[in-house]
């Protein structure tokens, strides 16, 4: 990643469970310039009440992940190599791009940059270098 986008990030923290990202997929947050990533569970799968939405059934799916219906619930579900992925190539990314985004102002607007900015600087540049 380019300095510029780097100089910007004071601080990244391994956060610990919250009680929203127990109840989410919530794996990154962004405030001012730091960044916060949630844990997922020990054993990489992940239960859900809700199913997943298209654009988090593509995301899993670029960098490993597997949605399946497992009764009433939705189970994502992981390898090591495929979160680590995840997280240094997109959670992480996004995250960044969110200190970056000195722009936009709206919600949606600073989310669809983060999205933008997490697969030209994680996941392009990533499968670049592989």
């Not at 956060?15 to 405030?31: E, F, N």
């Not at 597997?66 to 995840?86: C, K, N, S, Y």
């Amino acid at each position: 990643m380019p300095a510029r986008f780097r100089q910007p990030l004071e601080v990244v923290q391994l956060s610990t469970m919250t009680r929203k990202r127990a109840l989410m997929p919530l794996y990154g947050l962004q405030w001012g310039a730091t960044v916060y990533l949630y844990p997922i569970e020990a054993s990489l799968v992940e239960r859900y009440s809700c199913p997943p939405l298209p654009a988090q059934v593509i995301e899993a799916r670029m960098f490993g992940g597997e949605w399946r219906q497992d009764g009433d619930d939705w189970l994502l579900e992981w390898t090591l190599p495929a979160l680590q992925d995840f997280y240094l190539n997109n959670i992480l990314i996004h995250e960044i791009g969110h200190v970056n985004d000195t722009r936009n102002t709206n919600s949606r607007d600073r989310e669809r940059y983060a999205e933008w900015f997490a697969i030209e600087y994680g996941y392009r540049a990533s499968r670049r270098l592989a």
